[in-house]
Structures are given as structure tokens and as C-alpha cells.
């Protein structure tokens, strides 16, 4: 079955740019997604399509793709970044998604 | 705004069959191009998609989880559900319903706020 892989940990100090990747043999034909999830709270989307941000999602979050790795890009990082990350996708045929394991962002 | 909220019991006993209820309010279920998606999360740890239907009655699913998962819809009551059967520990998790659009690929853009299911005798 087809993953999305992420690394399980990413730390930053406050103020400093995150980078929390997700690799895939599909990324090239499909888009990516991301979504932030806090502690007890249902997932946020905060990239779409690779690199759009939704309404009301700050400017420091942004995404980028090359090959099969996308990247969640947090600039200026604050202290309420704090969350685990989800990169979502499909599989080649674009028709089942996947989700990453999830990368835990901590601001030391 | 949409809103979505998740029901149903919050404890199922071994080899019974887990049923939820997602009932959208803010709009329509009919309305718009949009799929209505189930997704879980065992306790510590990843999201997991299980599946979606569009309003026709369309529906796809989790190849892992084919053999045991309905979806259905009910535009009647603005509402879609879930049935998962022959369930076992392994499905314990937050049950996450979400609307879902298709642009380039299929993304859930509102989630509802979770239920716990568990799965014990």
C-alpha cells in the first residue's frame, strides 16, 4: 500500500523557520495537503494543493514541492505552532488517500 | 459556516458492528461538489482514512478496510454515517467525519470535533 513518510520529531526555537517534509513516490502527480493538530482538537488544514493557504491561515505557514518530497514551511515560529503535523495525499490512481505518520513540531 | 458533528455509542463490544452518525448543519449535504469523508485516530497515534461518499451514493474506501465499511447518506436529515463491522480493539479510536472537496485531490476542509469509540467487551 502506498505511505507518506514524515519524520516522527521536529524541535525550533522561538522566532526560528521549521521545515517538516513528507516524501512520496506519488507526490509528483498528486497534490499535498497539510493540517495542524492540537492536543483534544480535530486537524486544521493549513496548506491545500501543495503551496495555497486557506483563509485565515497566518502567512508564516506555506508549502513547497519538488520531486516526491513536499515541505511545510512554518517561518517566525511561535509558541501556539506547537501541534503535530499530517501531510495528506493519494495514491497514483488519485482515488484513496493517505495520510503521513505525522511530525511532532515542539518550540523550545 | 458548515459544521459537523459526530454521534452514536461511544462503547462496542467485540465482533458487533460500530455505527455513526454525522450530521451537517450550516448548509446543505446536497449542495455544491462536495464528498463527506469518515477518518480515525487510535490514541497516540496517526490519522487514518476510512473512507467517503459523494451525494449520489458514490462512495469509496479504504482498501484495508473494504471488506467491513459502509458508508451511506441521508440528505432527508442532512446527515451521513458509518457502519464498521466484525470490529476488535484495533478499531478503538477518535471517529472523525469531515466535508471533503475534490481540487486536484480530495481534502477535508471541515472536520467535526471527534467521538471516541472503544471497542471491549
Known amino acids: 500500500s502506498y505511505e507518506l513518510t514524515q519524520p516522527p520529531s521536529v524541535s525550533v526555537s522561538p522566532g526560528q523557520t521549521a521545515r517538516i517534509t513528507c516524501s512520496g513516490d506519488a507526490l509528483p502527480k498528486q497534490y499535498a495537503y497539510w493540517y495542524q493538530q492540537k492536543p483534544g482538537q480535530a486537524p486544521v488544514l493549513v496548506i491545500y494543493?501543495?503551496?495555497e493557504r486557506p483563509s485565515g491561515i497566518p502567512e508564516r505557514f506555506s508549502g513547497s514541492s519538488s520531486g516526491t518530497t513536499v515541505t511545510l514551511t512554518i517561518s517566525g515560529v511561535q509558541a501556539e505552532d506547537e501541534a503535530d503535523y499530517y501531510c495528506q495525499s493519494a495514491d497514483s490512481s488519485g482515488t484513496f488517500v493517505v495520510f503521513g505518520g505525522g511530525t511532532k513540531l515542539t518550540v523550545l | 459556516q458548515v459544521q459537523l458533528q459526530e454521534s452514536g455509542p461511544g462503547l462496542v463490544k467485540p465482533s458487533q458492528t460500530l455505527s455513526l452518525t454525522c450530521t451537517v448543519s450550516?448548509?446543505?449535504?446536497?449542495?455544491?461538489?462536495?464528498?463527506w469523508s469518515w477518518i480515525r485516530q487510535p490514541a497516540g497515534k496517526g490519522l487514518e482514512w476510512i473512507g467517503r461518499i459523494y451525494t449520489s451514493g458514490s462512495t469509496n474506501y479504504n482498501p484495508s478496510l473494504k471488506s467491513r465499511v459502509t458508508i451511506s447518506v441521508d440528505t432527508s436529515k442532512n446527515q451521513f454515517s458509518l457502519k464498521l463491522s466484525s470490529v476488535t480493539a484495533a478499531d478503538t479510536a477518535v471517529y472523525y467525519c469531515?466535508?471533503?472537496?475534490?481540487?486536484?485531490?480530495?481534502?477535508?476542509?471541515?472536520w467535526g470535533q471527534g467521538t471516541l469509540v472503544t471497542v471491549s467487551s
Open positions: 494543493k501543495d503551496s
Open positions: 469531515a466535508r471533503t472537496q475534490h481540487s486536484g485531490s480530495y481534502y477535508s476542509d471541515y
Open positions: 450550516g448548509g446543505s449535504i446536497s449542495s455544491g461538489s462536495y464528498y
